[in-house]
């Protein structure tokens, strides 16, 4: 629990990309257009060969989506 709670920040330049889509777009869409742009923040870890690396990206997405939402 502490470990996910660690990672529940999200960049301040995710504010553009939100501005950037259009007020009345679908939810979900807006989320997979934003887990998208995650990548762009943490790509030091995108070896999906590493077992440590998909664990440290789970363990991100987890803790970021309810700041998102």
């Known amino acids: 629990v502490a470990v996910v709670k660690n ?3 999200v960049h301040e330049q995710l504010k553009t990309f939100f501005n950037g889509l259009r ?3 679908h ?3 807006v989320m997979c257009g934003v ?6 923040f ?3 870890c995108l070896d999906i060969n590493n077992p440590q690396h998909r664990e440290i990206c789970a363990v991100r997405l987890v ?6 939402a």
């Open 7 to 9: 990672h529940t920040m």
């Open 23 to 25: 007020r009345d777009a």
């Open 27 to 29: 939810p979900m869409a």
């Open 35 to 40: 887990v998208g742009a995650l990548s762009a």
């Open 42 to 44: 943490y790509h030091d």
């Open 63 to 68: 803790a970021k989506m309810p700041t998102l």
